[in-house]
């Protein structure tokens, strides 16, 4: 019957051949954005909670329960008994209990309970408590079949039911229990941009977003049969280094260096200096491997849901995990004999940065407490607080928007949490330094300083999003508000992906203002439109708004800070 083409602007068909209009066709297409991207985040927090549950079992090589506190205190949210248990078995119960968030034996998801009850009753009203994860994507995938949900509402409304399983579900669950696997992070120095690549080493550039992977490279690397295999080669040793959001979970928790975001893959294999580019799953461009052809570098695949033409796949397996990354960095070390001194160009160009930011590391800065940065939000010191998430796009000059908007920011004393590439951005423009707070407005530049924290705080990868709704939850509940009635603002500049559809829908569901800068696929429905920049507002209390210069995005969310500002009372 199709595909679907009708003409909204002009004189051409205003419904396709089954009748349905510009709104149905735009509103299950958006939803179908957000189907994919939910399941590729949720798809990786089941990943977390399989090794979680062989890592109880004793199952799964090299891996170990590093946060036991934080495991008992998920397991508490959860009912499962603690007292008189060994880890292991708490952890069995728990990875059980996440298991079934997947599906339909719940009827809501337990982080649900973790926002404020003002917003848990919004969804409760509008009917998107999330049920469980898979099942709100796999409607989704239903309702916009031919011929099943036309009402554009309705189908939007399932798409933020979708939104929240993931990011109150699916991202948080990967977040935490990756806490529990590696560790929660606490600030540590790191450094980001190609510079860390290095001439004398074997460089291994971990790229994709499963830190279960991407660790065990880490610690395979350290093998002291490899170390020496390496230098037998003539290198110092073996250097591995993030890329995209894998290297930020790195970064987090090891202080691994990162060479680069999302447009840097392809720079990275171009420098001549990369061994092994391994990967797992999404932001990984196909083009790698036709680059990879240009030099000596490998590029290994390592998960059968993400295999590339031209790759070297490797299964990775967490019951041989340690033994597979050790034949992974064989394979390096053998490359490295290959490499041609004469092509390798590694710009000199690095940046330190300070990174770790988990919810729990912000509250211990602050004393244990979110009192001081309440206090000063009260006293307008720190005006509000803004995320900007999200991509690198090849339609906007790499991390431009993301730098200019977060100077921006700061200088208007707004503190700037960031995640994914938008954090990779800002590291590599050095504003992630406690000295950055001098480009800070007055207010925020004394409140960095007396906590020696940057004026932008890195919280994590793509999933860790869930770090930032966790933060504003508890802000909220403190003073006993809605999230929507914070001075705070989402951004996602440079968007790209279909996660980061998903991530910017749950982040206006949950009840904060969100500006994005390349426009998504809606505006050939004017009714869509209307409903996620303006009529949103009245039933969840926060809306979209889109514009791709960076100096008016600063202006949108500034305006924003202030209106909620005068609205609770604040100078
Ligand atoms: S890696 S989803 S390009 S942020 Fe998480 Fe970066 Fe966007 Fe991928």
């Known amino acids: 019957m199709g595909p679907c083409r009708i003409d909204p602007f002009g004189n051409g068909p205003k419904r396709g ?4 209009d510009a709104d149905t066709i735009v509103a299950r297409n958006l939803a179908r954005m957000i189907a994919g991207g939910a399941a590729a985040h949720s798809d990786h927090g089941r990943d977390i909670v399989e ?5 109880a079992l004793g199952e799964a090589q090299g891996y170990e329960l590093t946060d036991v506190e934080k495991l008992k205190r998920l397991a508490n949210e959860y009912g499962i008994q603690v007292d008189g248990r060994s880890p292991q078995e708490i952890a069995k119960d728990l990875a059980i209990e996440m298991m079934r968030e997947f599906g339909m034996i719940k009827d809501r998801i337990q982080f649900v309970e973790r926002a404020p009850d003002k917003r848990k009753k919004v969804w409760e009203k509008l009917g998107v408590t999330p049920r469980g994860i898979d099942r709100e994507i796999v409607e989704i995938m239903h309702r916009t079949h031919i011929g099943v949900d036309a009402d554009y509402v309705s189908i939007l409304l399932q798409g933020v039911r979708a939104a929240i399983a993931d990011g109150w579900g699916g991202s948080m669950i990967a977040t935490e229990l990756s806490d529990v696997l590696f560790g929660t992070p606490e600030p540590l120095e790191g450094m980001v941009n190609l510079g860390v690549l290095r001439e004398d080493m074997v460089n291994v550039v971990v790229h994709g977003h499963n830190p279960v992977l991407s660790f065990m490279i880490a610690k395979a690397a350290k093998d002291p049969e490899l170390v020496k295999l390496a230098q037998e080669k003539g290198a110092k040793g073996i250097n591995v280094v993030g890329m995209c959001c894998t290297g930020n979970e790195l970064l987090m928790r090891q202080g691994i260096p990162i060479a680069g975001n999302f447009l840097l893959q392809e720079l990275a294999i171009a420098t001549g200096a990369v061994e092994v580019m391994i990967v797992d799953y999404q932001c990984i461009m196909p083009a790698v491997t036709h680059i990879a052809k240009c030099y000596h570098t490998k590029v290994v695949t390592t998960s059968d849901k993400a295999k590339i033409p031209g790759a070297i796949h490797v299964q990775f397996e967490p019951e041989h995990g340690y033994d597979t990354a050790k034949e992974i960095l064989k394979m390096a070390i053998e490359a490295y004999e290959n490499r041609n001194p004469d092509r390798v160009r590694i710009p000199k160009r690095s940046m330190k940065l300070l990174a770790g930011f988990s919810v729990e590391a912000i509250l211990k800065a602050f004393g244990g407490s979110v009192k001081p940065l309440v206090d000063a939000i009260k006293e307008g010191k720190i005006r509000g607080v803004a995320g900007i998430v999200g991509c690198n796009n090849p339609k906007i000059k790499q991390d431009y928007n993301h730098v200019t908007l977060t100077k921006r920011l700061i200088e ?10 938008a954090a990779i951005a800002n590291g590599k423009a050095g504003l992630m330094t406690p000295e950055a707070a001098d480009l800070a ?5 004394e409140f960095c300083k007396k906590y020696g924290i940057p004026p932008v705080l890195h919280m994590g990868s793509c999933v860790d999003n869930s770090r930032i709704l966790v933060l504003a939850a508890e802000v909220a509940k403190y003073l ?6 914070l001075p705070i603002a989402g951004a996602a500049p440079e968007w790209m992906s279909e996660k980061a559809v998903s991530i910017g829908t749950y982040v206006v569901a949950s009840g904060i203002f969100t500006v994005l800068g390349p426009v998504p696929p809606v505006l050939g429905s004017v009714n869509v439109t209307n409903l996620l920049t303006r009529d949103l507002d009245d039933v969840i209390g926060a809306t979209f708004a ?6 008016k995005e600063a202006k ?7 209106k909620k500002r005068k609205a609770l009372g604040l100078p």
Do not use: F, W
């Open 441 to 445: 407005g007055e207010g925020l530049r």
């Open 17 to 20: 051949v089954c009748g349905a």
């Open 556 to 562: 949108l969310i500034i305006d924003h800070i202030e």
């Open 51 to 55: 090794v979680l549950y062989k890592t």
């Open 480 to 485: 006993g508000v809605d999230i929507s009635d």
């Open 412 to 421: 208007h004393n707004i503190l700037v949490v960031e995640t994914g590439c």
């Open 546 to 551: 889109v514009d791709p210069d960076p100096e």
